[in-house]
């Protein structure tokens, strides 16, 4: 019976130690919550100010790439539209068509043949103008 009762002691003993540490434990986490609720918001503010930031910062860096890929793109466009631009016109000119070039001087050859015959049209026009006005003077004169 003596050892029933020491076993008992010692079984309480240990009961009061765990519900102890429970309790403990208990207020361990009263006391986290406490500082977390205290403290979170501050920890939020300044957890949401450093997004921000590195928001900004990553804009910018992204902005950046960007900027230089166009300027990369934007060569390689205009290398790609020259050389398509050069092998159309090579294909054209197989075919025989004109260019714009071609076109250009041919019609600056055909002003210049049309102020051409304006000019002997004129010179023409004159030419009979003159003999019939010379021939009316001599009939004239010999009445005088």
Request: aromatic share 4%; hydrophobic share 40%; net charge positive.
């Given at each position: 019976?003596?050892?029933?009762?020491?076993?008992a002691?010692?079984d309480t003993?240990?009961?009061?130690?765990v519900?102890?540490?429970?309790h403990?434990i208990?207020?361990?986490?009263?006391?986290?919550?406490?500082?977390?609720?205290?403290?979170?918001?501050?920890?939020?503010?300044?957890?949401?100010k450093?997004?921000?930031?590195?928001q900004?910062?990553?804009?910018?860096?992204?902005?950046?790439?960007?900027?230089?890929?166009?300027?990369?793109?934007?060569?390689?466009l205009?290398?790609l539209?020259q050389?398509?631009?050069?092998?159309?016109?090579?294909s054209?000119?197989?075919?025989?068509?004109?260019?714009?070039?071609?076109i250009?001087?041919?019609?600056?050859?055909?002003?210049q043949?049309?102020?051409?015959v304006?000019?002997?049209?004129?010179?023409?026009k004159?030419?009979?103008?003159?003999?019939r006005?010379a021939?009316?003077?001599?009939?004239?004169?010999p009445h005088?």
């Open positions: 019976m003596a050892l029933k009762l020491k076993e002691a010692d003993k240990i009961v009061q130690l519900t102890h540490s429970a403990q208990w207020l361990a986490g009263l006391g986290a919550f406490a500082k977390a609720q205290s403290e979170g918001t501050k920890l939020f503010d300044s957890l949401v450093e997004g921000e930031a590195l900004s910062r990553a804009g910018k860096a992204a902005n950046t790439q960007i900027a230089q890929i166009s300027k990369s793109a934007g060569g390689t205009d290398k539209e050389v398509f631009e050069a092998r159309v016109s090579k054209l000119n197989k075919l025989g068509v004109p260019t714009y070039g071609d250009q001087a041919l019609s600056k050859q055909v002003n043949l049309n102020a051409s304006q000019e002997l049209l004129k010179s023409e004159q030419a009979k103008r003159a003999p006005s021939k009316s003077g001599k009939e004239a004169s005088a």
